[in-house]
């Protein structure tokens, strides 16, 4: 056997487990939830009836699909926007600008990634109560006068409601992420531009980006795919999809149908939608975001 031929046996003892892992838990998944989105059936009988794309069609006439849609990418906009800008603010301020106690501030804003989904929804849901939460309670003291506004209980509210929690939970992992970066880049190019009269805010745009643009477009990317994929489980402990769908998003109500109604081949059609939407999404984020990479020589 040849030295080429050893190098890519080597290679491959450390591929195949991984590929096979990934078609056993990835690609059959969805391939076996194409083949059920193709038929009418309740997830617990043995006759399926074979019905073609019906499933599909009728989600283009279900008002619910359009709404979960807007609804998902509302969330996903919303949670890149306010994720991105309050990580890249704390990265930045607990790397260039040195503040004391860093460690501490970089725990604090961590640690809603430890905890739960669960517990983070239950807390929030105890943070918006209409009679003892603290929001309304605030309000109370600083209008004078007592406010029990339905934060989770009306349509007008309840979707706005689900993003402070959302933004909340993802801001730490990403500061972290964007503080590794920041902190690859090296001392002497921010001395350079200080030299020559570069103030922060130039520093900021002018390296700074430039060099941890990567970072920010695998954050993004993240944001989307776990916000279109993961909103399920924040809606489902805070609202249930309510009040009157207002904060129905695609991966509950797959939920709803395949658990709760039993259509489990409507449920696999949304799936199959969720993952072409994923698919779609990010590639149009990859062409928007991109830019010549800049290397450090």
Known sequence: MTAAWKRRLFIASFVWPTLILFLVFTVYPVLRGLHYSLFDWSGSAESMDYI??????????DPVIAKAIRNDYF????????????????AVALTRLKLRGSKFYRFA???????????????????????????????????GKPVETPWLGDSSYALLALLPPAIWAGVGFFMILLIAGIKGIPEPLYESAQIDGARQWKQFWHITVPLVW???KVSIVLIMLTSLNGSFAIVSVMTEG???????????????????????????????????????????LQRIMKRDSVELS
């Open 109 to 143: 804003f961590f640690f809603p990634n430890v905890m739960s989904v669960v517990v983070i929804g239950v807390l929030w849901r105890f943070i918006y109560n209409p009679k003892l939460g603290i929001l309304n309670g605030l309000l109370s003291e600083t209008q």
């Open 52 to 61: 073609g794309l019906r499933n599909f069609k009728d989600m283009a006439s």
């Open 214 to 216: 990567e970072q920010i």
């Open 242 to 284: 309510g009040p009157d769908n207002a904060t129905q998003v695609l991966g509950y109500y797959l939920y709803q149908m395949g658990f709760k109604q039993y259509h489990m081949g409507y449920a696999s059609a949304i799936g199959i939608v969720i993952l072409v939407l994923s698919l779609v999404t990010t590639i149009m």
């Open 75 to 90: 969330l996903v906009f919303s949670k890149i926007f306010g994720i991105m800008l309050l990580a890249v603010f704390f």
